[in-house]
């Protein structure tokens, strides 16, 4: 296979088709892989699309076509969902007829063996030579919403997330639709384009990197990789370098049992862990420890990707950290988390505590906590945060805010989180805010996420959105020095 800097391909037709074809229809089994994938695009998604089998012209209800030649017209995209014995001569026929991508469901390739690694090397050897681009084998399918959705699974078993900014390209197809899917929904974090890659025989990890790269709907880059073919690792790494957005790695196959099943799962050579966390840092690429640190990262880039809330993350050493709180036990425990992540809270003057107190209703000013983090006590009000945060905003050794909000508090009102925009749309100094995660303050935390203000359900979740922003900024440095140094 030439390297995706010898031949570049037009993966549009794969992720942004206007029109598919899925072969593989069972007449009988309605549940059959083929027969979701081509019912749900036909009812839900908005890709024109066309089903193929050699046995029947209808299926569940819907006309289909016995081959690619009796289609009315050629397919941008075709879905493969037969066998892999059967694969290569649908490929083909695809390819011979002008099919311009591919995406190649079944599994029995490369991860089952000699044989199968012939037949998938079969597979690239015709689509190189016709220049048609397949995701796989041994893949879940892709989702783009609205356009097409080729996962091989109905969509009242799946948890889908909203359409967004962030692209998700997985190794593996369980983790995609179960880890993936479901945390980011849960926190309301949407998707561009989500990707099952599998045996990633021919598109691979450095080529959607750079398809995302250009893509307009994507703002954050995110993926989950057991390993890398050989070569592949460093094209990728140095493919992240060059790119103006945030690319986020989450690794499987960290450990020799991890390696061991990575190599049985899709055929991946994985590499040493602690090399591969070192190259990561060195090539600005973003590595979270585990599956919360990752849900932060990517809800923390998504949100802040926002033309709204710009702001140069250069300037965040996470050493200048202001901690604003109504609870004196929430600070201490952010405090310490702070330190477990190497952040640091900012040193206030005393010129700045008597400011704080003074912005202060008269019964906080006399009980609160004016080191850092304050703690203005249940007895602070909704104005109290409000101008606090506007003289924190102000303060020049202060680089990033952290608002721990307990909505418990009677002073509180729901109105809040439209308070706290109303100062924060002023400024582009970033701010995450920690409000449990209950229906009982939706509204506080919906309006802060409208606007842009991330909102964690812990407080470590709030340190480590912190710290993804800390890690944002250490990347873009080295990210412009190595720019620099190359112009």
Not at 124 to 151: A, Q, W
Not at 218 to 232: N, P, S
Not at 281 to 297: A, F, G
Not at 387 to 413: D, G, H, R, S, W
Request: charged share 20%; aromatic share 8%; with cysteine.
């Amino acid at each position: 296979m030439p390297s995706d800097d010898d031949q570049q391909y037009n993966l549009d037709f794969i992720f942004k088709p206007k029109s598919m074809a899925v072969i593989g229809l069972s007449t009988r089994n309605s549940d059959n892989p083929g027969n979701a994938i081509f019912s749900k695009n036909l009812m839900e998604m908005s890709v024109k699309t066309y089903g193929i089998t050699p046995r029947a012209d209808e299926v569940d209800g819907h006309k289909v076509y016995r081959s690619f030649d009796k289609l009315p017209e050629i397919p941008d995209l075709a879905v493969v969902a037969v066998s892999a014995k059967n694969t290569k001569s649908v490929i083909q026929e695809a390819a011979e007829l002008g099919v311009k991508g591919a995406v190649i469901i079944a599994g029995g390739f490369s991860e089952a063996g000699r044989e199968g690694m012939k037949m998938q090397n079969e597979l690239v050897k015709i689509c190189t030579d016709y220049n048609m681009p397949f995701i796989g084998p041994n893949c879940v399918g892709i989702y783009s919403p609205p356009i097409l959705d080729t996962l091989f699974l109905p969509s009242e078993r799946l948890v889908k997330p909203k359409a967004g900014n962030v692209a998700v390209i997985s190794q593996s197809g369980g983790v995609l639709i179960d880890q993936f899917f479901i945390s980011l929904k849960e926190r309301n974090i949407g998707v561009s384009t989500a990707v099952s890659i599998g045996n990633k025989a021919m598109v691979n990890e450095a080529m959607l990197l750079k398809y995302f790269e250009k893509d307009n709907t994507t703002d954050v880059i995110t993926f989950y990789l057991e390993g890398f073919h050989l070569g592949d690792g460093r094209r990728f790494c140095e493919e992240a370098r060059k790119s103006r957005k945030d690319v986020v790695v989450y690794s499987g196959g960290t450990t020799s049992a991890g390696k061991a099943a990575a190599g049985s799962h899709t055929g991946s050579l994985a590499a040493d862990g602690s090399i591969m966390k070192g190259a990561y840092k060195q090539y600005s690429i973003v590595n979270p420890i585990n599956e919360q640190d990752l849900q932060m990262t990517l809800k923390t880039y998504s949100m802040l990707a926002n033309p709204f809330r710009k702001y140069s993350t250069m300037a965040i050493h996470g050493d200048r950290i202001a901690v604003l709180s109504v609870s004196g036990g929430h600070g201490v425990l952010c405090a310490d988390l702070l330190d477990k992540y190497g952040l640091g809270l900012t040193k206030f003057t005393e010129r700045q505590k008597e400011d704080i107190s003074f912005l202060l209703n008269p019964i906080a000013s006399r009980i609160a906590g004016l080191n850092n983090p304050i703690d203005i006590t249940g007895s602070g009000t909704d104005d109290d945060i409000v101008n606090i945060l506007e003289y924190l905003f102000n303060a020049p050794n202060v680089e990033m805010i952290l608002t721990l909000l307990v909505p418990q508090v009677p002073q509180l009102t729901m109105g809040l989180g439209r308070a706290i925009n109303k100062v924060g749309n002023k400024y582009k100094k970033p701010i995450i805010a920690y409000v449990p995660w209950t229906p009982k303050y939706d509204l506080i935390r919906d309006a802060l996420e409208l606007q842009h203000i991330p909102c964690a359900h812990t407080i470590e979740e709030t340190v480590q959105m912190a710290n993804a922003l800390k890690l944002k900024g250490i990347g873009g440095i080295r990210k412009k020095m190595s720019w620099n140094s190359n112009n």
